[in-house]
């Protein structure tokens, strides 16, 4: 008899995972500088124009997973979304603090001869190739693995140059209980790992 009442609850628990429905979390993504610029409005100059970011990643609407043991998996979205906006938002905001002006440019086409025909100093224009996380949960602890990808372009009007810098930066942990924020947290750590290299010598 107490078998079979360990059969119901356990059908029962499963009954329950199985029907329960997906989560998808909303990370903020922040960009938060660890370091100084002091040569950054000297190398780029003191207004930055901005193309409109590209996400060419094959799925826009997500930036990760996690799949648990049992049951059905978790997702996560970026805050702001969509995820360029995101990006976008906070570096401009960074730039802004730093004393550089931030001119909105509908389209840059990546050539130096383009940089004489728009109203900056410099013109920047980024694609973001990858931007996930991976959380699998194995026995007892979550393997977790958060890759990003980004093509950076800065055109520099007083060099007569473009300059294109891939970034590529992955980062690994494994966690007893995966939270969001464990997510969230190392998501924006790359973003500072990116932006701060960038930033820090940008051709």
């Known amino acids: 008899m107490r078998s079979y009442r360990w059969f119901v609850i356990l059908f029962l628990g499963f009954l329950i995972l199985s029907c329960a ?7 903020y ?3 938060q500088p660890v370091k100084e610029f ?3 409005r000297q190398k780029i100059g003191p207004t ?14 997500l930036i990760g997973i996690h799949t648990p043991l049992q049951g059905v998996s978790s997702y996560y979205k970026s805050d702001p979304f969509p995820l360029e906006k995101a990006i976008r938002d906070s570096l401009t905001e960074v730039l802004s603090r730093k004393g550089v002006k ?3 440019v509908s389209a840059w086409d990546g050539n130096p001869e383009s940089l004489k025909a728009i109203e900056a100093d410099s013109v920047l224009m980024i694609q ?11 026995h007892f602890k979550t393997n977790t693995k958060t890759s990003a990808h980004f093509v950076i372009h800065l055109g520099v009007k007083k060099e007569g140059k473009a300059y294109t810098k891939n970034v590529t930066v992955e980062k690994e942990m494994t966690v007893f209980r995966l939270k969001p924020e464990n997510v969230e947290q190392t ?3 790359i973003l500072t790992e990116v932006f701060d290299g960038f930033l820090s010598d940008p051709y």
Do not use: H, Q
């Open 38 to 40: 002091p040569s950054l």
């Open 29 to 31: 993504l922040r960009y």
């Open 187 to 189: 998501a924006n750590e």
């Open 102 to 104: 931030i001119v909105p």
């Open 48 to 61: 930055l124009g901005i193309v409109p970011f590209k996400d060419e990643r094959s799925d826009t609407l």
């Open 128 to 138: 973001i190739k990858t931007f996930w996380t991976e959380a699998k949960a194995v």
């Open 21 to 27: 429905k997906a989560r998808t979390y909303s990370l």
